[in-house]
């Protein structure tokens, strides 16, 4: 069934819709992120400085995103139809821009997100000193993923360029089939892009094996982490990409059965650009807004904590200074408190209270200048303070105890 105008520019039109959105998702986390890097450079969220340590590749996730979404955006039929950007260009060029496509997509952008996911959720597993807090991680790492992207990079440049070549050569009698190698399928009007079989086989065995280490990995921050909302966190990264991954290799793969100019073939097509949308999109989510937006709320709550200390210092001060001057002014209407060697050796009188009201030891004397304690004149009673000395009439343990406190020389 041939594919008629409307629904190839609906295919096209959704496509270009949602790559909006990831992109504009994307420039907000972005945002997002450089925020989050400014505040911890003041001295309220020095401490938050650890889960700062790979916002550059966060960014870096985001923009390899960014250029897989305007790949997809080159491929599309809708751009080749009459009237559109693409179909003033010359046959060639139109071939060049599916040759394109297919090596900066299948053979850069997409085995590059792949690989900073995983070096994302590799990132706490590693050591403080070495890992994300080294000042030369974001370097380290960005180089890494270039370098095992640089294999899958030339494997897919050999395909198209070697790979129509190949198709013409006769082997045990027969031919390579076109779709193995090709890019692009010719019409009337214009070159239509495809998906070569070879690269979906090359980009699904890089697939599975990031698969399988992300099992590995999952398995391994499940262990670390106590959490039950980051637990769900993983749970979902985990499942969406060893389910969304596979999906797309599998939905490429089964593109090679129809014809660029079939709906089959574009429903096969938009689906695994789907697949690989929400995949992206639940990453960006949980690897870059969700781990900036938990430390931004951690340093309000810190925030909030110092203040309640501040404010809670303030009132102690505030009251230890009311109840000074309440006891001075207590001091000088009271001829009993008011003696002079109270005054002398500069003693502050607290009031004790029991459950009934005020008890028979009304007041607790703190000799604040004297390292003595006998405080009151000779031959004058005791004064009501620390517990008063034992009777000569009462005998035992305890006696003896406050005896010790009271400085009694019997």
């Known amino acids: 069934m041939p594919l008629t105008r409307f629904v190839a520019e609906a295919f096209g039109v959704v496509t270009i819709c949602l790559v909006a959105l990831l992109v504009l998702l994307g420039l907000l986390c972005t945002i997002y992120s450089f925020y989050f890097r400014s505040r911890t450079r003041s001295q309220d969220f020095t401490r938050l400085s650890y889960f700062t340590g790979p916002w550059v590749i966060r960014i870096t996730f985001i923009l390899f995103t960014i250029v897989w979404g305007f790949g997809e955006i ?189 709906i089959l073939f574009e ?35 810190h925030d909030l904590e110092v203040r309640r200390r501040v404010s809670d210092d303030q009132n102690e001060t505030v009251s230890l200074i009311a109840n000074l001057s309440h006891l001075e002014e207590s001091g000088r209407m009271s001829p009993h408190r008011n003696s002079d060697s109270s005054t002398k050796r500069g003693s502050i009188s607290f009031r004790a209270y029991g459950k009934d009201g005020p008890s028979t030891a009304t007041f607790v004397e703190l000799s604040l200048f004297s390292p003595s304690r006998d405080v009151s004149p000779p031959g004058s009673p005791p004064l009501l303070g620390w517990p008063m000395c034992a009777s000569p009439q009462v005998q035992g343990p305890s006696s003896t105890r406050e005896n010790q406190f009271c400085g009694d020389d019997n």
């Open 267 to 301: 429903a096969l097509v938009f689906l695994a650009f789907l697949s690989l949308f929400c995949c992206a999109g639940v990453c960006i989510f949980l690897l870059v807004y969700c781990p900036v937006a938990d430390s931004l709320a951690l340093g309000k709550l």
């Open 74 to 262: 080159v491929r599309l039929s809708l751009l080749r139809q009459k009237g559109k950007v693409l179909n003033s260009v010359s046959y060639k060029w139109q071939e060049t821009f599916c040759e394109g496509y297919v090596v900066s997509n299948l053979g850069f952008a997409e085995p590059c997100l792949f690989l900073t996911l995983m070096f994302l959720l590799r990132a706490p597993l590693q050591k403080m000193e070495s890992g994300i807090l080294s000042r030369n991680w974001n370097g380290k790492t960005i180089g890494y993923i270039l370098l095992y992207c640089f294999p899958v990079f030339v494997l897919q440049l050999i395909i198209i360029l070697v790979g129509p070549k190949l198709s013409k050569v006769k082997s045990t009698g027969r031919r390579l089939p076109h779709y193995f190698t090709s890019a692009m399928k010719r019409t009337d009007d214009a070159a239509l892009c495809t998906y070569p079989l070879m690269s979906t086989i090359i980009l699904g065995i890089l697939a599975f094996l990031l698969t399988a280490y992300l099992f590995w990995l999952g398995r391994r921050i499940l262990k670390l982490v106590i959490n039950k909302g980051l637990q769900k966190r993983v749970y979902v990264l985990i499942f969406s990409v060893s389910g969304f991954l596979p999906l797309r290799i599998l939905l490429l793969g089964l593109s090679v059965l129809s014809k660029p100019e079939h």
